[in-house]
Structure formats: structure tokens, C-alpha cells
């Protein structure tokens, strides 16, 4: 059945009596209505890294503080035990807390789903809100969370596939946080309407927008629902927090067509370089952490490649006087 906007608003004003009027106005005011709402549109992803380190070394947190520090800047180096090179990579350290690795492993995940997403369909963007919980409660709330997005989906098997984005979500205002799902879908927004059909009572789709290309809509959903989440990890009373309730979850997954998709350019390339020996192809001891300055880039074996302090470079021995 075809539906146009206006039924989709008309639906969507319908289920406002699911939800409470200080809410809603609560929604109108921080922006979570269009999803727009960027306190830090103005900071780049090293200005948070700067931050992230920061709070993380003063709440305590060294370790992940110097790994989030020497992301992307230092190197990794493994000897081989057959020829002795030693190939080096950038460092990453895939925290949670790191900026550069949130959007790093972001991009990964969209370019290992791309190919899966039909090409000249309609795509969408819904946003589904569960409502604002106490800090204690959250980990409950996500828990029931998941149960429903999981009984949605198996009521909706006519939807292709897509990807959804788990959103923690910090209300300024009243300190307590949001739990919203994002889903990027292979479809019209109409699917809107099915999804609020059945949420029923136990949540509400808040946004909707439908677009026509792969790639703007995987901007639009790496940009506005997949952001790095400022606002609960770059707070000192709550990044631990964080941290330790999201240790073990994916805020990121494909479901239905595009479930379980791995492989990919980049991770072939990695794997490659980070197992075997790309002179001999020999096996390469355990892993060395070291700076930029002490690594070169091998035009013939296209890698980089850790280079020893050799003689010439340490302090001159003091010489004997007859
Ligand atoms: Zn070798
Ligand atoms: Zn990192």
C-alpha cells in the first residue's frame, strides 16, 4: 500500500499520546526530533582525541589514556624470525574511547557493507526512541531494548536488510539518557509506519528520512546517528560508565541480508602485512611498540620498516686518556 508523507505524519502525530508531554517537548528542544543536535559540530576528531586523553589520564585511566595518545602516531614493528626485517604498521588501538578509531572502524564497517546494499533502491533512516532512563537503569533498558528490536524485525521479514546503530544518548537537561536505535534500511520510509505498527506502547519512531543513493544516506547515517557519542564518554562521571556497560556490546550490526558480512579490502591488506613477512614471508615474532622517527618507508617491499639505532646515532663513548 502506498503511503506519501503526510500519512507517515498523520501516523506518526497519531502515537504521540504514547509519550509524555514533558518528554516531548524534551525531544522538540534538544533537537532529538531531527536528529541535528551537535554540541561538538565544531571540535575535529583530534580536538575530542585531546579531550578523550585528557579526562581518561585524570579520572585515572593511564593505560587506555597513552594507547588512545599513541593511536595512529607511533608504530608497531615484529621481527622476522627468518630474514630478521622488521616491518612496521601504524599503531591503532581500537578503543572505544578513540576518536580516530571510532570513525576509522566506522568507515570499515561501511565499506565492508556497501557492496551488500541493493544499488538503485530507495533507502531510509528511522529512529527509534525507547525514552530517557536513570544511569542504574540503563543496562536494563538496553537489555530490553534489544528484545524488542529483535521482535520487531522477525514481525517485519518482507524488510530486506539493513544496519543498525545503537545510540547512549546524554540529556543535558535532566542527566538522564536516551536510548534511541538507528536503522539505515534498504526501503521507503513508509517502513516508519510498520516499525511504529509494532513498537506498539514500548517505543516510538522519532525521525524518518528517505533518500535515493548509497552514498549520501551512509553520510547521513555515519554523520547524524552513528557519531561518536560526546556526550556520555567525554564526561567524567560517566565514561567508565561508559565504557564498562558498552565493553561488550556492538553499537553496530547488520541485520537480516546484511548480518555476519565480513572481509573486506582493508582487512585482507592488514592481516596480511600483521602475520607474515612481506620479504621471506616468514613468521614474525611478538609485536614492539615504537615512534615515528625510528621507522622508514620501503619503496620495494611497500611497507614501512623499523630501523635500529645504529651506532652512529648513540652518544660518543668517552675516549681513554693515557
Ligand atoms: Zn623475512
Ligand atoms: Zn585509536
Aim: glycine share 4%; proline share 4%; net charge positive.
Amino acid at each position: 500500500m502506498p503511503y506519501n508523507n503526510k500519512t507517515i505524519q498523520k501516523f506518526v502525530a497519531n502515537q504521540r499520546h504514547k509519550i509524555p508531554e514533558n518528554t516531548w517537548s524534551l525531544l522538540s528542544e534538544t533537537g532529538l526530533m531531527d536528529s541535528s543536535d551537535q554540541v561538538d559540530k565544531r571540535l575535529t576528531v583530534d580536538d575530542l582525541r585531546d579531550v578523550a586523553v585528557w579526562m581518561a589520564r585524570d579520572l585515572g585511566l593511564k593505560d587506555i589514556a597513552l594507547d588512545v595518545e599513541s593511536c595512529s602516531t607511533e608504530f608497531v614493528t615484529r621481527k622476522c624470525r627468518n630474514c630478521q626485517l622488521r616491518p612496521a604498521t601504524v599503531f591503532h588501538c581500537d578503543l572505544r574511547l578513540c576518536p580516530r578509531c571510532y570513525y576509522r572502524n566506522l568507515f570499515r564497517f561501511f565499506h565492508r557493507h556497501k557492496s551488500a546494499m541493493r544499488e538503485m533502491d530507495v533507502y531510509s533512516v528511522i529512529s527509534v526512541a525507547y525514552g530517557m532512563f536513570l544511569a542504574e537503569d540503563v543496562p536494563k533498558a538496553l537489555e530490553f531494548a534489544k528484545e524488542v528490536h529483535k521482535k520487531m524485525l522477525k514481525a517485519l521479514p518482507l524488510l530486506f536488510g539493513g544496519i543498525y546503530h545503537i545510540e547512549i544518548k546524554r540529556d543535558e537537561k535532566t542527566g538522564l539518557f536516551w536510548i534511541n536505535y538507528h536503522y539505515l534500511i534498504n526501503g521507503t520510509d513508509s517502513w516508519a509506519i510498520y516499525f511504529a505498527e509494532v513498537l506498539g506502547e514500548k517505543a516510538w519512531v522519532y525521525a524518518w528520512k528517505q533518500f535515493t543513493d548509497r552514498t549520501s544516506v551512509i553520510r547521513y547515517f555515519i554523520r547524524e546517528c552513528c557519531r561518536y557519542p560526546t556526550s556520555v564518554i567525554l564526561s567524567p562521571d560517566y565514561m567508565k560508565w561508559y565504557l564498562d556497560i558498552t565493553a561488550r556490546m556492538k553499537l553496530i550490526q547488520g541485520f537480516g541480508d546484511m548480518y555476519k558480512i565480513t572481509g573486506g579490502r582493508m582487512k585482507g591488506k592488514k592481516l596480511k602485512l600483521e602475520h607474515k613477512c612481506p620479504r621471506c614471508g616468514g613468521k614474525l615474532e611478538k609485536p614492539m611498540r615504537v615512534s615515528r622517527d625510528q621507522v622508514r618507508w620501503d619503496k620495494n617491499l611497500k611497507c614501512w620498516v623499523y630501523v635500529p639505532p645504529t651506532l652512529a646515532q648513540q652518544p660518543d663513548k668517552p675516549k681513554l686518556v693515557d
